[in-house]
């Protein structure tokens, strides 16, 4: 392409010319750090700003000070607290605004961006507050996207399930192919932020003349360009920051980047020179698709400004990417004019990867405001930055500041940054001034609440004795101003707290799965008393044969799971409940496989028990395990009898309701189905056996009958999902991981949700009802979170 030969001529021209740029804005804030002129100015702007900040101190205050400060830590507690008090239109209103100027680019005095953000602070204080009030559609719901349910609700609203389910798919890919020497949660974190950035600059593009089908496209295209041009962040930025690589890998894959960007083609992987070469596989391939869906996206007039940017992002990444701490002489332009240019280009890009139309006033107010987020970034994360080695303007000042008298204190430079946007950018604004000061003592103070005040204040002596007065102000103002925190950092808070429960619940649920489903196998083989006829004998060998299959035993560690760790009842008594239930499922799966019915080869890994044997065998074995599992039932010694009499006649009658669906499923060979028979041919055949296994125990702990309906509802939808995601692997699984073949459910011309859907369609299908799932359990009056974490095995499942 002609374009990308012009720009491979002009690569070191183009990153001159944004150097130059930075370069003069550097020289001014040189000049303001030097002649301390933001003192003054900015003393008088937080004189203004402080009316509003210093609470007047009553008797009331007293009685109020603890509860603030023990709610804050609780998201929805702190929130109802601010909404209470009076406070939370003006929190949600900063909050809006700071994102607004931050990752929108907007101009808070422009009259427009004044009724969007007034738009979004009452449909989030709705949302918040569970007014009743309809959240807008047009917003992609700021807390709902900290759940997988509440971003497949908003993507159902706009028509855009299929790139949802693409994007959950990628993201969970990316998240197993992290190596264990990078921070997969940040990864995800990051992936998500830019994703939901994306987002809101598509909306933000379009109005109220966009129609339905138009937004649906853009919204799908945003979902993919923010995953495409976020997963630079961990696969490239973070990849070559780690220890991963070795540094012959890392100049070669820096090399292959760049080739990229100056040639506008992703180069093939040839031969590699490390030990690396499965990781950088999968990411050369991710990044190559991501590279061409971004690039066949652009158009003739955007091609160029986004190779250019693109460019000058990595390249000033590199150059910073490449400092050694250890070299003592970096000149301040060197030490800050990559952050300069990283910085802005970083956010300028997105406006290019969407191909928006060209904003000057954005791409000024966005190339002056970078440094500013990563000044504050920097500041917060300098130790950890040193006890890495990294370069920055924090850890080479805290290095060098004794021996280097010229070198410019990074954070007097911060707050020079403040003054220059509010005052030079954004034209003394008011309510610019507001945010941006709520801003940075809201830093500080979180600074101090997570280092301790004695390090906080050594961190001060370091960095701020050279104002003393202006100084004074400002820790006047972290220790007394109130009303300076922000959503999105409470919303951060909130992910990062939920993605590390989530990992460690995630733990939990896998090693409980293997636990008790070690503990289950032990309690399943029936024993052989010395002395039984020969032909009881061979029909016990059969039942243990079908019994001790590599089977996933999802119904009993259900059972466990709710009996023992959810009601408290104790895990001997239930033994037998755990058996029956084993017992029941297996004898379903003996008669599903006979050449009658569903004449399957292989179950569990292994030769189905009509094969082995003989179609009598396997359906004598059937009727024996059924009635094993009745008289275990009929064990259930350690509680009431006549609440075993009524789980054994609940047992009975979803074992009649199972007949009936197997029935079903047979009638229906050779038939088409609508989707509402699939639905109950499924309910009847795999959602009762989930069902039967939350409800036997709660009728055992003597539970609510609401709750008993609540658990109902969850498997019933689990269930059909469940069955959804068996009909996908049985069209795409592969049949070793699977323990049995693949493709049967066509070969018998069975009716499934692929066949009567679509693989697309049932996809779309299955995470319904996984929402669904998610919204029964959350009427359940406690916390089960081994039932989210099996809703997740089940869509993500590969057996």
């Not at 004074?472 to 109130?482: E, F, H, N, S, W």
């Not at 003989?614 to 009431?640: D, M, P, R, V």
């Amino acid at each position: 392409m002609h374009m990308n030969k012009n720009f491979t001529e002009q690569g070191d021209t183009v990153y001159q010319c944004a150097e130059h740029k930075a370069a003069q804005y550097f020289a001014a804030l040189y000049k303001q750090v030097m002649d301390k002129t933001y003192v003054p100015i900015l003393t008088k702007d937080i004189q203004l700003w402080k009316k509003n900040h210093i609470p007047q101190r009553s008797w009331l205050a007293f009685f109020t000070r603890g509860k603030r400060a023990a709610v804050s830590r609780d998201y929805q507690k702190y929130l109802e607290w601010l909404n209470y008090t009076g406070k939370l239109d003006d929190y949600l209103d900063r909050s809006v605004s700071y994102i607004y100027m931050r990752d929108l680019g907007k101009a808070l005095d422009d009259s427009r961006t004044k009724t969007r953000i007034q738009r979004v602070v009452t449909d989030l204080k709705g949302h918040l507050m569970h007014s009743g009030a309809n959240e807008r559609e047009d917003q992609p719901g700021l807390t709902g996207l900290t759940s997988l349910a509440g971003f497949y609700r908003w993507a159902q609203r706009e028509g855009i399930e299929s790139a949802a389910i693409w994007v959950i798919d990628k993201l969970k890919n990316v998240s197993s192919h992290i190596p264990e020497e990078m921070d997969a949660e940040q990864a995800e974190r990051k992936l998500i932020k830019i994703i939901v950035g994306v987002i809101l600059h598509v909306i933000e593009e379009m109005d109220e003349q966009t129609t339905s089908a138009e937004r649906a496209h853009r919204l799908d295209e945003a979902i993919r360009i923010g995953y495409s041009y976020g997963l630079t962040y961990p696969f490239i930025d973070d990849l070559l920051d780690s220890q991963v690589l070795t540094a012959p890998e890392k100049e070669q894959y820096s090399a292959m980047i760049r080739t990229a960007l100056l040639t506008g083609n992703v180069p093939e992987l040839s031969e590699w020179p490390g030990v690396h070469l499965e990781i950088i596989q999968y990411v050369h391939t991710e990044l190559k698709a991501a590279f061409e869906y971004i690039k066949s996206l652009q158009k003739p007039e955007t091609e160029a400004t986004f190779f250019e940017q693109s460019y000058v992002f990595f390249h000033s990444q590199d150059i910073d990417r490449n400092k050694d701490l250890a070299k003592a002489d970096y000149t301040n332009e060197e030490l800050y004019i990559p952050v300069i240019l990283k910085s802005s280009s970083s956010r300028l890009i997105v406006r290019s990867v969407i191909s928006a139309s060209e904003d000057k006033g954005f791409d000024e107010r966005t190339f002056f405001y970078g440094i500013y987020n990563q000044l504050a970034d920097d500041f917060a994360d300098m130790y950890d930055d040193m006890r890495d080695g990294a370069v920055t303007p924090y850890t080479y000042y805290l290095k060098y500041r004794k021996q280097r008298p010229d070198l410019i204190n990074p954070y007097e430079l911060y707050w020079t940054v403040i003054s220059y946007l509010i005052h030079n950018v954004y034209h003394s604004d008011a309510k610019t001034l507001e945010v941006m000061i709520d801003r940075a003592i809201n830093g500080l103070k979180r600074c101090k609440e997570r280092v301790g005040t004695e390090q906080y204040n050594e961190i001060m002596e370091i960095f701020a004795s050279g104002n003393p007065e202006f100084n004074r102000l400002i820790q006047l103002m972290v220790r007394k101003a109130d009303d300076v925190d922000f959503f999105d950092k409470l919303l951060r808070d909130q992910i990062n707290t939920q993605l590390k429960n989530d990992r460690m619940e995630k733990e939990k649920f896998q090693t409980t799965i293997r636990t008790v489903r070690d503990q289950i196998n032990d309690l399943l083989k029936i024993p052989r008393p010395a002395g039984i006829p020969p032909m009881k004998e061979s029909l016990i060998e059969a039942a243990n044969y079908s019994l001790t299959g590599d089977g996933k035993r999802i119904r009993p560690i259900l059972t466990w799971v709710l009996g023992v760790e959810v009601y408290g009842l104790q895990s001997a008594a239930i033994e037998p409940l755990l058996r029956s239930l084993e017992f029941m499922h297996t004898a379903s799966l003996i008669f599903d496989d006979l050449p009658s019915q569903d004449n399957a080869p292989t179950r569990r890994g292994r030769p189905t028990l009509h094969q082995v044997h003989n179609s009598a065998t396997a359906e004598l074995t059937g009727l024996y395990l059924i009635q094993k599992a009745i008289q275990e039932q009929a064990s259930l010694q350690a509680f009431n009898p006549v609440t075993v009499l009524a789980l054994m006649q609940y047992s009975a009658e979803k074992a009649e309701d199972m007949c009936m669906g197997q029935a079903m499923d047979l009638h229906s060979k050779g038939k088409a189905m609508t989707l509402e028979q699939l639905n109950m041919m499924c309910f009847y055949k795999t959602g009762l056996a989930f069902e039967a296994s939350l409800v036997m125990p709660a009728i055992l702990a003597g539970v609510q009958s609401a709750e008993i309906e609540a658990l109902k509802k969850f498997a019933y939808h689990a269930g059909i999902a469940f069955q959804i995601k068996d009909d996908l692997l049985d069209l795409e699984g592969d049949h070793h991981l699977l323990g049995k073949n693949t493709r049967m459910d066509a070969e018998n011309n069975n009716s499934t949700f692929v066949s009567v859907l679509g693989p697309e369609a049932a996809r779309i299908e299955m995470w319904d009802h996984y929402c669904h799932a998610v919204e029964a359990l959350n009427a359940v009056p406690r916390k089960i979170s081994f039932l989210n974490h099996l809703l997740d095995y089940i869509i993500n499942r590969n057996r």
